[in-house]
């Protein structure tokens, strides 16, 4: 064993304590994982698996993605419930069915994110955002992560799903719940009880939508059939479900971060608001840069091999994104925050048979925000540290804040 390779053994990537220690050299981490262990096994105990598998280049975390016959993200597809086992939705979950039943799933939710219902949400989108930073720009100064980018993803969401207005708040803080443990602390009985009534939630809705159906995902999942029968009332509530958790927090994380590295960046914050830079690169690369989602999982079905090592059936494979988005073999500079970048191939949705359905959703809103700040602020200072979230599945914080000064004349 090499020096390097023992020093990656000391890594602990279920703690997400790791990623905070870490946090100033995560691209130096990942650096050392793609060039001395690649493939790397990594040991836990205590847990149902011994350990698992950690893919950090580009090409082996994409053929894991595109490969779902011989891995499944049936068993689980996040490290949490990979290691506890199993995840409860699977099978009736999207993001965690595989084979046929997940292609009539997905067909079924591809209508409800067809261009024409999101034609409408987009447009919301695009108002929020643009009144929301105007207003932040308007008192001068603002925590960004709860006053503004906490009110764009839910809202659009709670409009793709058909939720009435009134319950967003509500929505939105068992979302949180549910799924980040924002702060270190908060007990995992507690994510599971707002998982609970999140389900519920939905199973009321859909009750009221089968009876009186709109242009909504509640209603496209009340009424569909497949070969002639009707979802199942756990089909029903997990896929909402899976929209909330999959759209909320890694969209409101990444309008978080665009901030954060915008002034970083100053360089390239001037290039995007002289109209150097299109908004629509600058997108990609926020995405890439800040990679959102940090990992996805897999089981393997049967022995593979992956960069001459073995992984046998039934093992834990995780795939970072956040190590291949920044692969030296793929990207030129990795290392250098580049809004202008071009190709920019990178996985922060994913790839294959389980790539985001929310991708066009995640670019809109990125691309709003993005074009509210150009339009309305002419320069934008941190004012006190910004809060990281703790977790070793989604980066990002949950507290920044900001000062903003206006622009003058018309940028638009
Ligand atoms: C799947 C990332 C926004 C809904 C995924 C996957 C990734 C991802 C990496 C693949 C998971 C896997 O392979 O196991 C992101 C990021 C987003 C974002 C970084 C924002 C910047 C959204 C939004 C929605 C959404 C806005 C819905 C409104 C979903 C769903 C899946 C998924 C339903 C499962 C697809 C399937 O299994 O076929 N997302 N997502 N995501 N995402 Fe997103």
């Known amino acids: 064993m090499t020096t390097a390779t023992s020093t990656l053994h000391g890594v602990d990537l279920t703690d997400p304590q790791t990623f905070l220690d870490r946090k100033d050299d995560l691209v130096g981490l990942w650096q050392e994982f793609r060039s001395h262990s690649p493939v790397h096994w990594h040991p836990v105990e205590g847990r149902q698996v011994p350990g698992f598998w950690v893919l950090s280049r580009y090409r082996d975390v994409m053929e894991v993605y595109r490969d779902n016959k011989r891995f499944t993200s049936e068993r689980g597809n996040v490290l949490a419930t990979l290691l506890e086992g199993g995840d409860s939705a699977a099978g009736q979950m999207l993001a965690v069915t595989d084979g046929r039943r997940h292609r009539e799933l997905r067909n079924l939710l591809l209508k409800a994110f067809s261009p024409r219902l999101l034609a409408s949400v987009v447009e919301g989108v695009r108002r929020r955002a643009d009144r929301l930073v105007r207003e932040a720009v308007g008192r001068g100064s603002c925590d960004f992560a709860q006053d503004v980018a906490e009110h764009i993803p839910m809202a659009t969401i709670a409009d793709l799903l058909g939720a009435p207005a009134a319950d967003r708040d509500y929505l939105l ?24 009534e999140l389900l519920y939630y939905f199973s009321e809705l859909a009750e009221i939508r089968r009876e009186d159906p709109r242009d909504d995902v509640v209603s496209v999942l009340a009424t569909a059939t497949v070969d002639g029968k009707p979802l199942t009332e756990q089909e029903i509530v997990f896929n909402c479900y899976s929209v909330i958790i999959g759209g909320d927090e890694t969209s409101r994380l990444s309008m978080i971060c665009a901030v954060h590295e915008l002034m970083e960046h100053p360089d390239q914050w001037r290039r995007l608001v002289s109209g150097e830079v299109s908004v629509d690169s600058a997108v990609e ?11 996805f999982g897999r089981r393997a079905l049967t022995d593979v091999e992956i960069g001459g090592r073995t992984i046998r059936a039934g093992d834990v494979v995780t795939l970072w994104n956040s190590s291949a988005n920044y692969d030296e073999t793929v990207f030129d500079r990795p290392e250098e925050f580049d809004l202008a970048r071009t190709p920019n191939k990178h996985v922060s949705f994913g790839y294959g048979p389980h ?10 809103e990125i691309h709003a925000l993005l074009t509210a700040l150009r339009t309305h602020v002419a320069a934008m200072e941190p004012t006190a540290p910004a809060r990281p979230i703790h977790s070793n599945f989604l980066h990002g914080y949950s507290s920044l804040p900001v000062s903003l000064r206006p622009v003058t004349g018309d940028r638009t």
């Open 173 to 196: 803080s068992l979302t949180k719940q549910a799924l980040s443990a924002e702060e270190a602390g908060q007990s995992a009985e507690e994510a599971v009880v707002a998982r609970n």
């Open 285 to 295: 690369e926020v995405l890439r840069w800040v990679t959102p989602a940090m990992h």
């Open 355 to 364: 790539f985001c359905l929310g991708a066009y959703l995640g670019r809109g």
